[in-house]
């Protein structure tokens, strides 16, 4: 005996929420950081799924989870900082050797 799949739909709107949250930090961090900083976008998913279980499940986690949470965004924001103060990576075009006179 299976329980009903009331919840189904409230799943897949999580499910929706979270992973378009998760598409639109992807490129943020990559259009604003360098791999270091792109290397975030796990702990940033993480966290994005905590809230979104939270607000659209109603699931409860325990105060070790949220600091685990508050981490991670003061993670994030110490990297957006620092990388801000030293500037972004810029961009270096490698010729082949075949191009070099």
């Known amino acids: 005996a299976f329980a009903p799949l009331v919840g189904v739909p409230l ?3 999580g499910q929706i929420a979270s992973a378009s949250a998760m598409f639109a930090f992807f490129f943020r ?3 604003v950081g360098g791999p270091v900083y792109l290397s975030q ?6 966290a994005v799924g905590l809230f979104a ?3 659209l499940l ?3 986690y325990q105060l070790l989870t949220w600091l685990g ?12 900082k ?5 500037g972004a990576p810029v ?7 075949s191009s070099r006179s």
């Open 41 to 46: 976008i796990g702990y940033v998913a993480a």
């Open 29 to 31: 961090l990559q259009a």
């Open 82 to 86: 620092a990388q801000s103060q030293t």
């Open 69 to 80: 949470a508050a981490i991670i965004t003061a993670g994030v924001f110490i990297t957006t």
């Open 91 to 97: 961009p270096v075009r490698i010729e082949p050797a």
């Open 53 to 55: 279980g939270t607000i």
């Open 58 to 60: 109603g699931e409860h």
């Open 11 to 13: 799943v897949i709107v």
